[in-house]
């Protein structure tokens, strides 16, 4: 279910998404790679997205290696360092995204503002 876009609402995951800060008309949000979970994120529609996932040598596995956003059509295989993801979501909502296995899962919250 989570590489065809369903999301699953966790009963906490609210208080911890990250919240894209706008600069010069993009938003820009930096999220760290875990070994086990991704972080939720908010961005603001029609809005390109700047996203740096920070990742260590040692938090990368084989399952989260890689990040699937099937809403924008993003596969990126993630190495140690920053790794950027950039796309213009154009609809509000809520949209999954996970890992290339489909086992670690998490959200991005697109708002109108």
Not at 45 to 56: E, G, L, M, S, T
Not at 87 to 96: D, L, Q, R
Not at 98 to 106: H, V
Request: glycine share 6%.
């Amino acid at each position: 279910m989570s590489l065809s876009g369903f999301v699953l609402h966790s009963i906490n995951a609210e208080s911890n998404d990250n919240v894209a800060e706008i600069v010069d008309g993009v938003q820009t949000i930096t999220t760290t790679l875990s070994s086990d979970r991704y972080q939720p994120i908010i961005v603001q529609k029609d809005i390109p997205v700047h996203w740096i996932i920070k990742a260590q040598a040692e938090d990368i596995n084989g399952c989260n290696n890689e990040i699937v956003i099937p809403e924008y059509n993003v596969e990126k295989k993630l190495n140690a360092g920053d790794n950027i993801i950039e796309f213009i979501p154009h609809e509000s909502g809520t949209f999954a995204y996970s890992c290339w296995m489909g086992m670690i899962k998490s959200k991005i919250t697109v708002v109108n503002e």
